[in-house]
């Protein structure tokens, strides 16, 4: 039980000096990841989160995602400490782990009581022989591979540790030349410290408008460029997508092979139940599901199980593109707690291959030089333009699209692949722009809500104005409503901070910056405001006092300046990333 634990607790493999022969998940500047260790570390992933619940179809694309960056930042973080000159000996590793061993290794090194047991971690760390040959009852053989194991467990721990501790290494030396920006400590003074407690009347903007002119978007990209800028490179996709539907012998297939589960489910006892769910968690997602009668989720699930008795065996029944097989674990009259076995119903090989088929000829046709349009019509699709989006973009529930469209020039297609959402899908890449401005045709999406959002407020200027004289204020400075014009909304005693939240979850940074501008107590309006029209009465602004800067300093200064060192470490990060030569591979063996 010690092995194994210890073994759940090394999340990740280094690459071993044989990885240059093996199977690659990338290479960054040169040095491997081994696709071995990376498929090892993304079923960890998974594995943990099913024991949550929290991996859906979509999910597994988020979690190759996060292992991948994991991956590559561990790599250039050994990359710099070897630049810099960090390096750490099994001694020195060792010495540190057992003077201050990790959370996760006192949690896994413990004794029959549960408790951290030091003298344990230190024998299996200067003496993992002694240590198996003190286990009663094995074999010389077995005392053999016990002490192999465990030397095993020990050396993945080191070079854990060792990342971790070269990591550390690396963050301290780049912020040895970290100089507080005193500046911003100001501004975030000023920003914490300035708010105004004010009443009002909204009325909102007039919820349709006449669509813009081709004349009213220019002028407007004219009045406003500043807003409209690419902070990172960016592209968008013409897609055409045909959907993987499951074929009826697939559909059959699951359902037989989830009925067999079912069976052994039921004949099983508790503990080989136990085993039997954690076997296929590496196909089905097993989580606790709890149904509900009113629930229009479950309520399908809550009528199959009702009035079955605890670890009662359910199922399969079909729900939501899954067949489910259902443990009872507890029940009531609305409620019934269950262990839920989820097998999504996927198409089989035979009908992805002739869906591939179709969109590879498409995409051929394209490539030989037939208009998009024109294959559209063809196959009865209907094109459709992605938005902008950058290389780390998540599109259509997959990432290799995004990063396949940044490896593949303007104008040409990118291979067909398939997506969670869409199914199979065949893409070209419309639009690039590098960072900065926008084009007025980049930003036409942009442009056209605000236009129309503009031309829906001038268009109740008249009413907001008469909205604005049926309010005074009273001689004790209370805002007295003479009338409500139909729609608006009366709020009183609200407080607004300098990121125009207000009390709740409203905000609205155009009436805070006019609030300021007024900068006097007493009725203002009608101001236009992100939310609509406003009359005012402003009872308080308060602004940052100087020689209150220092008491702020003291209670807030450490957690501000250890922000801006987080974000000399994301800088620094960044940088590393995007100096870097990172060629990705892993996606010849995961989806998406």
């Known amino acids: ?43 960890r992933r998974r594995e943990l989160y099913s024991m949550v619940g929290q991996v859906g179809e979509a999910d597994q694309a988020d979690i190759v995602e996060a292992a991948w960056k994991d991956a590559v930042r561990n790599v250039l973080y050994r990359q710099e400490a070897r630049r810099r000159g960090i390096a750490f000996s099994d001694a020195e590793i060792d010495k540190r782990l057992l003077a201050s061993p990790p959370d996760y290794i006192r949690r896994g090194v413990v004794d029959a009581n549960g408790r951290f047991d030091p003298a344990l971690l230190r024998a299996m760390v200067t003496n993992p022989d002694s240590l198996a040959n003190s286990k009663p009852g094995r074999t010389p053989q077995q005392r053999t591979a016990d002490a192999t194991r465990l030397r095993t467990v020990v050396a993945d721990l080191r070079d854990r540790l060792r990342l ?69 490179p960016s592209r968008r996709l013409a897609i055409l997508s045909w959907p993987v539907i499951p074929s009826r012998g697939d559909t059959a297939r699951t359902i037989t092979g989830m009925r067999a589960f079912a069976r052994e489910l039921k004949a099983a006892q508790a503990r080989s139940r136990d085993s039997l769910l954690l076997a296929v968690t590496s196909q089905a997602r097993v989580s606790t599901l709890i149904l509900h009668r009113d629930s229009a989720a479950t309520r399908p699930l809550f009528d199959a199980c009702k009035g079955q008795r605890r670890n009662d065996v359910v199922g399969p029944v079909m729900h939501g593109g899954n067949a489910v097989v259902l443990v009872i674990d507890s029940t009531s009259t609305s409620r019934i707690r269950t262990t839920a076995v989820r097998l999504p119903i996927e198409a089989g090989p035979n009908v992805v291959d002739s869906v591939l088929t179709i969109a590879s000829a498409a995409q051929e046709a394209y490539d030989n030089g037939e208009e998009f349009g024109v294959i559209a019509h063809r196959y009865g699709k209907t094109m459709n333009l992605t938005p902008w989006f950058t290389r780390s973009a998540k599109l259509h529930g997959s990432y290799r699209l ?64 008469a909205q604005h004289g049926l309010v005074t204020l009273t001689p004790e400075q209370e805002m007295f409503v003479s009338e409500r ?52 009465n402003i009872r308080q602004i308060v602004q940052p006092i100087d020689n209150e800067f220092p008491r702020f300093l003291a209670e807030r200064g450490e957690e501000l300046v250890k922000s801006q060192q987080q974000r000399a470490i994301d800088t620094f990060e960044m940088n590393l990333q995007r100096s870097a030569t990172i060629i990705d591979q892993r996606w010849m063996t995961f989806r998406y």
């Open 402 to 465: 995004a990063q396949m469209a940044f490896a593949t020039p303007l104008g040409v297609a990118c291979d067909v692949v398939d997506v969670p959402d869409l199914g199979i899908v065949l893409a070209v890449v419309a639009d690039s722009a590098d960072a900065g401005p926008m084009s007025m045709n980049a930003a036409a999406e942009q442009l056209r809500a605000e236009v129309l959002r503009d031309k829906a407020c001038l268009a109740r200027t008249r009413l907001a104005r």
């Open 485 to 536: 014009l139909p729609g608006s909304i009366v709020a009183r005693d609200i407080t607004i901070d300098s990121d125009g939240y207000m009390t709740g979850t409203e905000r609205d940074t155009a009436l805070f910056a006019a609030i300021m501008q007024a900068n006097k107590h007493g009725h203002v309006g009608p101001i236009l405001g992100d939310l609509g029209w406003y009359s005012v």
């Open 164 to 232: 971790e501790y070269l990591r550390e290494a690396v963050r301290s030396s780049v912020l040895s030349a970290f100089v507080v920006d005193s500046a911003s400590l100001r501004r975030e003074y000023e920003r914490a410290t300035t708010h105004a407690t004010i009443d009002f009347v909204r009325l909102p903007c007039a919820p349709v408008a006449d669509p813009p002119t081709a004349e009213e978007l220019q002028d407007w990209y004219a009045l406003h460029p500043q807003r409209y800028t690419f902070a990172e």
């Open 1 to 43: 039980m010690l092995i194994a634990a210890l073994l759940l607790l090394c999340l990740a493999t280094p690459p071993s000096p044989a990885a240059a022969q093996q199977p690659v998940a990338g290479i960054v500047n040169g040095d491997t990841i081994s696709l071995a260790d990376f498929a090892r570390d993304v079923g």
